[in-house]
């Protein structure tokens, strides 16, 4: 028996049932779709969190207090991490959320105090894009971030160099709240990094001299962390290895390639339980596809009776139903890869919103983590369509080995 007779046979079989596989294929079609969108935004978001944290001089590591720990950051801190073997400079800083105050209008910003001689080698990207930048012994010196100075949403400048802006926030002293508010001078704008969000919200900083955010915000000589600058982007590891031993778990110590590695195990993590969940629609076709093939060996037993006594081997009729397996697979797989793309752009768009608003409020006024564009590989695309596949010819493979063993004297005498 030719090959031809036995596509012939399969594909007239499909439009006998029609609907029976039609929904078969929209059951394998929703599966794969699913998981090929959450394939393409999850890649999408490793690579928006690489580019973030791309801003990041990979030669910086980032030293801070330990959540459960009570040592502080101190003078004497940083002097100790400047001795490590490999490091260039430690610059301490200190940080605190405050609102800031220009011709009437208000934002919310991230005040960061540091010797501003180092931004450049901190995030090595960043730019001054009018002013300069604040001088070590500067009190009254502000720098801002691109989106303070010119929010987006805002047809009019916030501030430019020159401006008199203020800086409030509230404490609570003898068990009574008070705002204590400082006004100073933009010396200078930044140019847009693009990192407004939760990660690396540089847009959204405004930066002055440590002297000046220490007694604004009355720390007493402690940090809120400091930035290590070592010698090379090999040296990075090594030294925040160093401060470990140094330290054990009094302070986090990060390296930009840390921070990404523990990002993405997270997303990582999120991204296997969700494609456990769109999973299942592929098992639930699996089992759509073994009753319909079953139902339909059963329907056909005559069929199949037929012909094993013109001719068809074992492996003829086994090759039949496997065959229409593998074309609900096949066809489920390449619409759900092309359904995937859309609906992942979709979901983008939807998440999208509601991770703005989310983002924006965490912060503090902030426009937020908006639209993340997914991103679509070949590996994914050959994956989904393999997985499809995959799960088909299993679920067939019992009808098909069942009609194969049909005697076809039995099978003859069926009604």
């Known amino acids: 028996m030719k090959l031809t007779d036995l596509i012939g046979y399969s594909f007239g079989a499909m439009r006998e049932r029609k609907l029976r596989a039609i929904l078969t294929i929209a059951m394998v ?69 405050a609102t800031a105050q220009s011709a ?3 934002a919310s910003v991230l005040v960061t105090g540091s010797d501003q001689r180092y931004l450049k080698d901190i995030f090595p990207t960043l730019e001054v894009a009018e002013g300069n930048l604040v001088a070590p012994q500067d009190s009254i010196g ?9 929010p987006p949403d805002r047809p009019n400048p916030f501030a430019r160099v020159g401006s008199v802006v203020s800086i409030s926030f509230s404490v609570v002293k003898e068990k009574l709240p008070q705002t204590v508010k400082r006004s100073f001078v933009v ?20 930066f002055m001299s440590l002297s000046a955010a220490s007694s604004l915000f009355g720390t007493s000589g402690d940090y809120s962390g ?33 921070l990404i ?11 296997l339980f969700l494609g456990s969940v769109a999973s299942v ?5 699996s089992v759509g596809i073994f009753a319909g093939l079953y139902t339909s060996v059963m329907e056909r037993t005559r069929e199949i009776g037929l012909l094993k006594a013109i001719g068809f081997k074992k492996r003829g009729i086994l090759g039949v139903f496997l065959a229409e397996a593998a074309l609900i697979g096949i066809i489920g797989g390449v619409l759900g890869d092309a359904v995937g793309v859309g609906l992942g752009y979709g979901m983008a768009v939807v998440m999208g ?53 049909l005697d076809p004297v039995v099978a003859l005498r069926k009604e």
């Open 29 to 97: 079609l929703i599966g794969a779709g699913l998981i090929t969108a959450l394939n393409g935004l999850t890649t999408g978001m490793y690579q928006y969190i690489g580019g973030q944290f791309g801003t990041l001089g990979a030669n910086v590591v980032i030293v801070l207090p330990g959540m459960e720990s009570t040592t502080r950051i101190t003078e004497q801190t940083a002097s100790v991490i400047k001795q490590i073997e490999g490091v260039k400079i430690a610059v301490p800083y200190v940080q605190q959320t």
């Open 104 to 106: 009437g209008a208000s």
């Open 142 to 150: 502000i720098v801002l971030g691109h989106s303070i100075a010119y």
């Open 187 to 206: 010396r200078g704008i930044l140019g847009e990094m693009g990192t407004s969000g939760m990660f690396l919200p540089v847009d959204r900083m405004a």
């Open 226 to 258: 400091v930035n290590v600058i070592t010698n090379g982007p090999d040296e990075a590891e090594r030294v925040a290895s160093a401060i470990r031993r140094l330290y054990g778990r009094s302070f986090e110590v990060y390296t930009s390639k840390t």
């Open 261 to 271: 590695a523990l990002i993405q195990n997270i997303l990582g993590a999120l991204s």
């Open 281 to 285: 629609s592929l098992i639930v076709a």
């Open 353 to 405: 919103q509601m991770r703005g608003q989310f983002t924006a409020e965490m912060t503090a006024g902030g426009e937020g983590i908006g639209y993340i564009s997914p991103y679509f590989t070949p590996e994914n695309f050959l994956f989904v369509f393999a997985f499809s596949l995959a799960v088909s010819i299993i679920a067939g493979a019992y009808p098909a080995w069942r009609a194969s063993r």
